[in-house]
Every structure is written in structure tokens, then in C-alpha cells.
């Protein structure tokens, strides 16, 4: 009965939002000084955003993102809310994204979350849990099962709204220069892996090392590190990776369905015509859901493109490798949740959607996976390789 109640407010304030792009759309627009649009009422100045990202300027998928969320905004708005891009480094460092946002040195930002570890812990749930759920299952859980209103509420203190900015899905578990036979194989491995993961890495071993996008090639060719994540075939073979890495494995256990934020500052937020703000709550929405779509394709072709142009050696990581990585995930999990109030908050929440939506995976995504693998030919990636 209560879903009953809710859901004709829930459509009116999505209606309303829409309502509001769609007329906007059919604002005549004229050529002029960019500080001007003009609506039927006559001239009208612009507002003006400034939007930095973690990523290099130009990088597909990622870095596309908050590019085509400023699009969606100036051009829904009818050129009232302009918003420019800038890659990390412009204005600030891409660690600085968030800092930049809080302090209104900039009014909106693309990243990811886990990037802020070292100030708000919890945040790692809003980018990936190791071993925990995937990109569909995190916006269930973000947008109907109370994990936005969580994360409005962990980023508030700082003057900051999230709203989910895309996701790559499944990522790959990375590049190594070594052969990963049993967990032995873990120890003293230098790795590039942030957030949570990192800290399951070192627990299991390794030695998690925190490198921006934009170092990850050199840091590979030069040893200053033996392997590196950074997210799968589209935006790796993007960077290079697969020219100083030998081998390519899978699956991302520590990103299975990474989530990534566009962040705008509160009172700039605030401070927007209510019609804009819906504007800017539709085109977040947007972008998150087109991003997974260029991913799920990219991702696609340029494994196909590593595989037979580059004889790419893509490999399974081992069972023990990855009971390794399990057990030291569950142990780095619980001391986040015993350390921080609002990481034990947010954590109930999140293995709670996670524990119901798993069950129900496991007749819907899961079974038929299982049922088209048993009816279809099989796929292999060596044979790809071969060809």
C-alpha cells in the first residue's frame, strides 16, 4: 500500500523535471556575447559554472562524462546555465576536485569518490566495495534503496551535493609484469590501486601506491610500479597500458560496478532558479546512465581491438589469488565500519540492498547467463588472440 501512495509523487516531481528540460529546449536561442541568452521576456544574463574533473582533459568515457553533462545543461537550459570543463590540472590537481567543489573554487566536479578517502572514509561505498555489487545494483540501491539520501547526508558538512555520475561496470583486475600463479605472487607486488581495494592489496601482501591517471603509463615503464589498475579495454588501450604490461587480468574484483559522482557546490545549487536546478537533477541522471552505455560498447570493441592487434594476453586471476584478495577484504571492511559511525551506517544499508538483490540475481541475471552459455558456442579468448 505504500508503494501505492508514493509513486504518483514520485511521477508528478519526475514529470515536473522533465516538463521543465523539454520546454526549455524551446527557447530561441540567438548568437551574441556569451553572457547573454535571450527568452521570450527579453535579455537574459547567463550563469556561468565552473565544473574540474580528476580526469586528462579528453579522455573517453571518463573524461567524456562531465563533458556531456555540461552539454545536457547548456543546452536544456537554453544557454541560462553554461558550464565549462576543465581537466585535472587546469584549475586544480585532480586529488583537489573535492576541495575545489566545497570551497566554491569551482561550483561543480566530476571524479571519484573514493578519491576522498583520507577525509570522509566512508566514501568508498560510493565508488566501489570490494566484491560487492554491480553497476545496476549500485543505482538500485543509490536510487531506491536510500543510498543517495546517505551520501547527501555524508557530504553535506562540507557544502557538497553528490549525484551519481556514470559507471564503467565490471572493471578489469589490471596489468601486471609478473605472472600471478598463487598469492605468494602477491608480496611486495607494487601496484596502483585506490580506495578501499588499495587497503586489501596491502593487507594481502602487496603495496598499494596512489597514482593519478595521467602518471600510470610512466609509472609502468619506468618500474615504478609492477602493476596497475585502472579501469577496463576501452580506457586502458586509451592510455597505452597495453604497451607496459604483459599481462592483462580479470575480473575487477575491487571495482565491480565502479560508480562515479558529479558533485555540484550546495549553495551554488541553491542559488539556481528552481527550473535549472531540475535541469541540472535530470542531466546528473542522464549521464549517468549514457556513461555505462559507452562503456558497455567501448569496452567491447577494444577488447576485441587488444586481442587481435595486440596479442594481448588476458588471463583469469588464480582461485587462490582471489581468496587472498577476498579474506583481506572482509578484514579491511571491518575495520572501516568499526573505525567511522557513518561508514557502519551506510555499510548496513548497503550489504542489506546488496544481500536482497543478490538473490534475486542469482534467478534473473545469473540463471540466464548460466542458461545462454550452456545453449550458445562457447567463447574464448585465446582463440581471438590466435586469429
Known amino acids: 500500500m505504500r508503494e501505492k501512495q508514493v509513486l504518483p509523487v514520485v511521477v508528478v516531481v519526475l514529470t515536473a523535471a522533465l516538463v521543465a528540460v523539454i520546454a526549455l529546449w524551446t527557447l530561441d536561442r540567438v548568437e551574441g556575447p556569451e553572457s547573454a541568452t535571450v527568452s ?9 559554472w565552473k565544473l574540474v574533473t580528476t580526469w ?48 566554491g573554487v569551482a561550483e561543480a566536479g566530476h571524479g571519484a569518490a573514493y578519491y576522498w578517502k583520507g577525509k570522509i ?4 561505498f560510493y565508488t566501489a566495495v570490494p566484491f560487492g555489487m554491480t553497476a545496476q545494483e549500485a543505482n538500485g540501491w543509490l536510487h531506491y534503496g536510500g543510498g543517495l539520501e546517505l551520501w547527501r547526508e555524508l557530504y553535506a558538512p562540507f ?14 583486475a589490471g596489468w601486471f609484469n609478473i605472472r600471478l600463479n598463487n598469492r605468494a605472487d602477491l608480496e ?35 618500474g615504478v610500479i609492477d602493476a596497475v589498475e585502472w579501469v577496463g579495454p576501452y580506457n586502458d588501450r586509451t592510455l597505452g597500458l597495453m604497451e607496459v604490461g604483459d599481462y592483462y587480468y580479470y575480473p575487477g574484483w575491487h571495482e565491480p560496478g565502479a560508480m562515479l559522482e558529479t558533485i555540484v557546490n550546495a ?109 550458445l558456442p562457447p567463447v574464448s579468448l585465446t582463440e581471438q588472440s590466435a586469429e
Open 40 to 48: 521570450q521576456d527579453g535579455p537574459v544574463e547567463a550563469i556561468e
Open 56 to 103: 586528462p582533459k579528453g579522455l573517453p568515457g571518463l573524461g567524456a562524462a562531465p563533458e556531456n553533462f555540461a552539454r545536457r545543461v547548456n543546452e536544456a537550459s537554453g544557454g541560462r546555465l553554461r558550464i565549462k570543463v576543465f581537466g585535472a590540472g587546469e584549475i586544480v590537481p585532480a586529488f583537489e576536485v573535492f576541495d575545489a567543489v566545497s570551497r
Open 121 to 124: 572514509p566512508a566514501s568508498v
Open 159 to 172: 557544502g557538497v551535493v553528490p549525484f551519481a555520475g556514470g559507471s564503467t561496470g565490471v572493471q578489469m
Open 188 to 222: 611486495g607486488l607494487k601496484m596502483r590501486i585506490p580506495g578501499l581495494a588499495g587497503e586489501v592489496f596491502d593487507a594481502a601482501g602487496g603495496s598499494a601506491v596512489r597514482i593519478a591517471g595521467g602518471e600510470v603509463y610512466t609509472s609502468m615503464q619506468t
Open 267 to 375: 549553495e551554488a545549487l541553491a542559488a539556481l532558479p528552481e527550473d535549472l536546478q531540475a535541469i541540472v537533477r535530470v542531466a546528473a541522471r542522464a549521464t549517468n546512465t549514457d556513461m555505462l552505455d559507452d562503456f558497455t560498447a567501448n569496452n567491447s570493441e577494444s577488447l576485441q581491438i587488444l586481442l587481435t592487434e595486440f596479442d594481448t594476453e588476458v588471463l583469469p586471476l588464480p582461485d587462490d589469488v582471489m581468496d587472498a584478495l577476498y579474506e583481506s577484504s572482509q578484514v579491511a571492511i571491518d575495520a572501516l565500519v568499526n573505525a567511522d559511525p557513518m561508514a557502519k551506517k551506510i555499510a548496513a544499508s548497503y550489504f542489506a540492498f546488496a544481500t536482497k538483490v543478490r538473490t534475486y540475481h542469482e534467478i534473473s541475471e545469473r540463471a540466464y547467463l548460466n542458461g545462454r552459455n550452456r545453449l
